[in-house]
């Protein structure tokens, strides 16, 4: 096997085997060795993510790049099911994989665990085995192993570490992930049976056959069951992302986590749904996403407006950050809204060029979201590891004291209301522009739909500018007359984070260029609904 | 010479076909004298079951060679039969009987330190052999009486075995209970198979070569159904032999027992009962429905009773604050998803081939040994925890597993492994068992898909209740330092159910050829 499949099956069982040294290590050390060993054990998938990047980068991120990285291997075939064991990486999903080896290592620099530290940073290996995993994993079910091994470490570092309400939002999270992906696997096997095909992968590997441009003959015999299995996979998706009505966990799961793990679900773990969309959903039910775009698209206006509105009348810090991921994500729904409408074969050039904008813009805001919510819950977790409340009320007035913290604090709320120059504003932009156009992929529509968004956009600017009145400005409470400033593990995260933010608000065909290939396919899956006759 | 058939003709006293219950059988005899030599011997008595269990799955060789050509069940008109139509071999019997002597087997080893609770531990171990020979036979057993035989059988020395723990009045209600439930629904199903045998002349699931006098049950009711009033008559008979057969599975609205009966017995005997005893009564529900009765008068109302039993055990299992009851409802709420493979295996025969469907395929076929024989691994497994942190705490309280993984990580661990895997969630065993008869459901059409979604709902409930165990060992403070070191015994059952449970999940494609998925 050559170097570049060993990458990809590197970045999968390196984090095992951290994970499988980890717990093997002796207990009663200090947390800090622990940490140290974690740190350590964790830098090997970022540096081979970040050599994949460079090698990407060489060849122009291109679909075929990723040939020589391809992992295909014969799991088991048994009647008619094959599964495989194969692994694929592209301008999609490399992104993604390095946003997660990359925020893996720095909440573990970040933390300071105390009690039980030897689990905690073992369960963030683990987690990583399924975050990087499911980015990875092009056949479903490899792809269904990754995405709930996934859960169980994240319930734990919620259950054990979490705020006081820590339980109820731990098993809140699981039971509602849950319920997705198992209406997702039963939505696979009905697909499986349905058409007649043997593996269910998604995405063209050499010439093993792949879902793509298969379903949409077989399942129209079934319109009802076909939407039916189309909102099964959704659900898992919607729940992840979430985008709203699906997202009453993520306010609990993100408040009452620790600080490290509420960073990992807001920097990759809500990624894992808009990328299962657009890599899975949008490919293998093109028809039933082109039906639905209408739905999606009030999912995500909705989610945008309320998700700024509720974030407005929040007390706590770190419910209003949560409550801002969910109307980030709306963003992120709003471009695969567009994506969607774009998959009929009647969709004019026009509009096929305006989707792909918007959709650049839902992939841009996953990794903008990725860098700059992450730098807010640390911050949340930094303000609230001195003063031990998120109450807003209790605050005001910390940039008298706080200098350095009120940069870092300013810096990040800014990227996140879309301040030009940050990776958030190029992500808000192109999704508006492609969903505002006048040739707009969805018609009139979207063209609404944009515009009520964009009230959301001036809720949004209203309510982080408040926080940083309610935080760094006014009067100091003298309670916090003596707090000491941001330290260095809390500084270099934060630092790393916000050089990412600025350099891909500066310069966004850095990123750009690394979805073009995705997105210059995405209207040939229309074609393979078209070639039946539609 | 003369040629091997003239010796041995079809249908003739072939004792290679039941070999294994013939050593199952005389180990059980041995194990009797040897109490009466050396009454209170425990450690010996516990290895020699151990050992015939072993014999017993290698003596299933022979029958294994001669089915090979047919197909996985067998057709009422072409089969392996013998002993005069009384035992039919073919593989899915076989599958089934595999599961019933792993079952066993596993059980015993559960049992061979606890059974130092036990009066005569030889005498245990002599049931238990005689009991996974009734249960055994049931899973080829081809004739109502011979059924009806076996299941009186096993379920006599399931009673003795459930009441073991003679001074525990629980333990004596348990078997109390299960002997009344079950001497009342046993002959209400031999009512229900009298009425078959007045209505077509004969008992018989297949067609004996050479003796053409009896034309088997399912070709009879065939004919039957078309007669005035037949289809009634088949609809009242069927009713009352599901009565005996659901109650034995442990399916709702007959499961009532369960809980009690589990809860009350010897946890080896508990562990015996969820899977042995449930894997011989799953099969001859399968074989009867299958073979014998035509499809169109059960698949309804097994759908609705697999649907009843899974609601039923789940909803019973979130009440739980006792591990043992906890599994008890669980072990029902199993029981329903098998019967899901059966509601579809029935759909699939009457079904065309070719609107979406190919008639019965090898999924609906497999699903009930492949899900069972995963079940066995992870349920023991999970059994076995909890008798290693029984012999701690003397208790099955919830509360005892608090912040259990910072006395014994390693045994915490390996419960949330088993929880995964009951919950059917991967990378366990449990998955592909869940899979495959989210499949079977699915492949019957549009009909049964209501079910798959009745099962998609209690798939989610069971994963609060197993998620206790997990939130309890993992969250909760714990409430003392005692470590909970399992012996050797249980150390090596825990490993043989971890080790089952992940190799089936990697080694998904052998593991289900075994079963004619291929």
């Keep these: 096997m050559s170097l570049e499949k060993n990458a990809l099956n590197a970045l999968i069982w390196w984090p095992v085997l951290a994970f499988v040294i980890l717990i093997a290590l002796p207990r009663k050390r200090t947390p800090e060795s622990y940490k140290k060993w974690a740190f350590w054990l964790s830098t090997p998938p970022l540096i081979v993510s970040a050599l994949l990047v460079v090698a990407f980068q060489n060849a122009g991120w291109v679909a075929q790049a990723g040939e020589p990285y391809t992992v295909l291997q014969q799991w088991f075939e048994i009647a008619n099911l094959k599964v495989n064991y194969a692994l694929y990486v592209d301008g999609l999903s490399l992104p993604l994989i390095a946003l997660t080896a990359l925020i893996t290592t720095l909440v573990i620099m970040y933390s300071n665990i105390e009690d039980r530290a030897q689990e905690y940073y073992a369960l963030f290996l683990l987690l990583e085995v399924g975050m990087i995993g499911t980015f990875l994993a092009v056949d479903f079910f490899l792809f269904y192993v990754f995405w709930e091994i996934s859960l169980v470490p994240m319930y734990f570092i919620i259950g054990i570490w979490g705020g006081s309400n820590r339980e ?16 997702m696997l039963l939505a696979f096997i009905w697909i499986w049976m349905t058409v007649p095909i043997k593996t269910l992968m998604f995405v063209n590997i050499g010439d093993a056959p792949s879902l793509i441009g298969q379903t949409s003959a077989a399942v129209r015999a079934f319109p009802g069951l076909a939407l039916a299995a189309w909102w099964g996979i959704f659900l898992a998706f919607a729940i992840k992302v979430p985008t709203w009505p699906f997202h009453t966990w993520l306010p609990d799961a993100h408040t009452e986590a620790p600080t490290g793990g509420s960073i990992i679900l807001a920097g990759v773990l809500l990624k894992m749904g808009g990328y299962g969309i657009f890599r899975i959903l949008l490919p293998v039910l093109p028809e039933q996403s082109y039906a639905m775009r209408m739905a999606l698209l009030v999912m995500a206006v909705v989610g945008v407006v309320y998700g700024a509105f509720v974030a407005m009348a929040q007390t706590d810090l770190k419910k209003l950050i949560a409550y801002s991921s969910v109307n980030h994500m709306g963003y992120v729904m709003m471009g695969i809204a567009a994506a969607a409408a774009i998959l009929h074969p009647d969709a004019t050039e026009g509009q096929i060029r305006f989707a792909q904008v918007a959709a650049s813009g839902a992939i841009y805001q996953m990794l903008a979201h990725g860098f700059l919510t992450s730098g807010l819950f640390l911050l949340v977790g930094v303000i609230y590891d001195r003063t031990h409340t998120r109450d807003l009320s209790a605050f005001g007035g910390l940039g008298q004291n706080l200098p350095e913290y009120a940069g870092w604090f300013r810096l990040f709320v800014f990227g996140s209301l879309g301040l030009p120059g940050l990776a958030g504003f190029i992500a808000e932009f192109l999704v508006f522009m492609g969903t505002f156009s006048s040739d707009a992929p969805g018609g009139m529509e979207f063209r609404v739909g944009s515009v009520i968004a964009g009230l959301g956009i001036v809720v949004t600017a209203a309510f982080l500018l408040w926080t940083i009145q309610r935080v760094l ?19 270099l995260p934060l630092a790393i984070l916000a050089i990412l933010a600025l350099v891909f608000g500066i310069f966004p065909n850095l990123l750009l260029a690394t979805m073009q290939s995705y997105l210059n396919a995405l209207p040939t899956l229309a074609v393979g609904a078209s070639a039946v006759g539609m | 010479m003369f040629p091997q058939n003239m010796l041995m003709p079809p249908g003739g006293a072939d004792l290679k076909s039941i070999l294994p219950e013939l050593v199952l059988i005389g180990l059980g005899c041995l194990l009797l004298a040897w ?41 009422a008109e072409d089969a392996l039969v013998f002993f005069h139509g009384n035992v039919v071999l073919d593989g899915f019997g076989i599958a089934m009987k595999a599961v019933v002597i792993v079952g066993s087997l596993l059980s015993l080893l559960v049992a061979v330190k606890y059974s130092e609770r036990f009066r005569n531990p030889a005498e245990f171990f002599a049931l238990v052999a005689f009991a996974a020979s009734a249960a055994s036979l049931l899973t080829v057993s081809a004739d109502l009486v011979m059924i009806y035989l076996n299941v009186e059988f096993l379920g006599l020395t399931s009673y003795i075995l459930a ?16 002997f009344l439930y079950g001497a009342v629904t046993a002959a209400i199903m031999l009512y ?26 399912g070709p009879a009711l065939l004919a039957l159904r078309e007669a005035p009033g037949g289809a009634a008559v088949i609809l009242v008979s069927l009713a ?18 369960v809980p009690d009966v589990y809860d009350g017995s010897p946890l080896p005997v508990m562990a015996w009962l969820s899977v042995a005893s449930k894997a011989g009564a799953s099969a001859v529900i399968f074989r009867v429905l299958l073979v014998g009765i035509p499809p169109e008068a059960w698949v309804g109302p097994v759908a609705g009773i697999a649907a009843l039993t899974m609601t039923a055990g789940n909803l019973g299992a979130l009440m739980q604050t006792n591990i043992k009851r906890m599994l008890a409802y669980s072990s029902v709420a199993h029981a329903g998803y098998t019967m899901m493979a059966l509601a579809a295996a029935g759909a699939g025969v009457f079904q065309p081939a070719g609107a979406g469907t190919s008639g019965v395929s090898v999924w609906q076929l497999g699903g009930v040994p492949v899900y069972l024989s995963t079940y066995v691994f992870m349920n023991i497994g999970a059994l076995a925890v909890v008798t290693a942190v029984y012999a701690r705490f003397k208790s099955h309280n919830l509360a005892d597993y608090a912040g259990l993984v910072r006395r014994s990580p390693g045994l915490a661990w390996l419960m949330v492994f088993f929880m995964l895997s009951l919950a059917g969630i991967p990378p366990t065993a449990g998955f592909w068992g869940k899979f495959v008869l989210f ?13 798959a979604i009745v099962a998609f709902i209690n798939s989610v409930i069971s994963v609060y209740y197993y998620w206790q165990v ?49």
């Design chain 1, 168 to 183: 109820y939002a731990a098993i809140k999270f699981f039971l509602y992930t849950l319920v997705g992906s198992v209406a």
């Design chain 1, 473 to 491: 400005l006014g009067p100091l409470n003298v309670r916090w007359a003596k707090l000491p400033d941001v330290a260095l593990r809390e500084r």
């Design chain 2, 35 to 75: 109490e009466m030599v050396r009454p209170r011997d425990r450690v010996a008595p516990a290895w020699i079951a151990i050992v015939g269990h072993v014999g017993a799955l290698a003596a299933l060789a022979p029958s294994y060679q001669m089915v090979t050509e047919k197909g996985f069940l067998a057709s």
């Design chain 2, 163 to 178: 009441g073991y723990l003679k001074f525990q009045p629980r333990s004596t209600e348990a078997a109390l209970k299960y």
């Design chain 2, 192 to 217: 229900g198979m009298s009425f078959l045998y007045g209505m077509t002349g004969s008992t018989n699931l297949y067609a004996v070569p050479g003796e053409d006098i009896r034309t088997p049950l």
């Design chain 2, 240 to 257: 009352l032999i599901l009565v005996g057969l659901g109650f034995k599975t442990g399916l709702a609205p007959w499961h009532q027992w």
């Design chain 2, 439 to 451: 499949a079977a459901v699915l492949q019957a059409g549009p009909q049964l898909v209501w079910l």
């Design chain 2, 470 to 518: 997990v939130r309890a060992m993992f969250l909760l403070e714990p409430i003392s330092d005692e470590v909970v070191t399992p012996g050797p015994e249980l150390r090596f059952t825990i490993a043989l159910a971890t080790a089952g449970t992940l190799a089936i999940f990697i080694l998904a494609g052998p593991f289900m050829t075994l079963f004619r998925i291929h």
